[in-house]
């Protein structure tokens, strides 16, 4: 299972061209199969720039797969630590929210799609987080 970052869907509904959407466009062709979190369908959705396209958005990545915490208490304890992990590191992290998103796709044995260099830090500190494209 590929989980597909905010970074990557914003790129892609931009028509941007990067090595993570061109491997998003494959999967798409492919019928492969991708998930989203809570906080990534967030995140779209706030991208919106009208009702009608909120409609659109919500609809869409409403009906597709999703990937929830493990744990509703740990797995947020276990997101802080990737942040404390990193830090020790000197890696900083600019958002907790791709900490939650790294910390799902490790429980979900889920490969990250990315376009964040914010994930290329943290994995390089967190080995379990595994990066696709």
């Not at 998103?101 to 490969?111: L, P, R, T, V």
Request: hydrophobic share 45%.
């Amino acid at each position: 299972m590929i989980l597909v970052d905010t970074s990557v869907w914003i790129g892609y509904l931009r028509g941007a061209q990067t090595t993570a959407i061109r491997t998003l466009d494959q999967m798409l062709a492919d019928e492969m199969p991708f998930a989203l979190t809570g906080v990534i369908y967030q995140e779209i959705l706030q991208g919106a720039d009208s009702n009608e396209s909120y409609a659109r958005l919500a609809d869409y990545f409403g009906s597709q797969r999703f990937l929830h915490p493990v744990d509703n208490i740990e797995t947020y304890a276990l997101a802080a630590a990737i942040y404390m992990r990193c830090r020790r590191a000197g890696v900083t992290i600019r958002s907790t929210i791709d900490c939650l998103i790294a910390q799902i796709a490790i429980e979900h044995g889920a490969g990250l799609l990315h376009d964040d260099r914010d994930f290329v830090q943290m994995a390089s500190v967190v080995s379990e987080l595994e990066l696709v494209g």
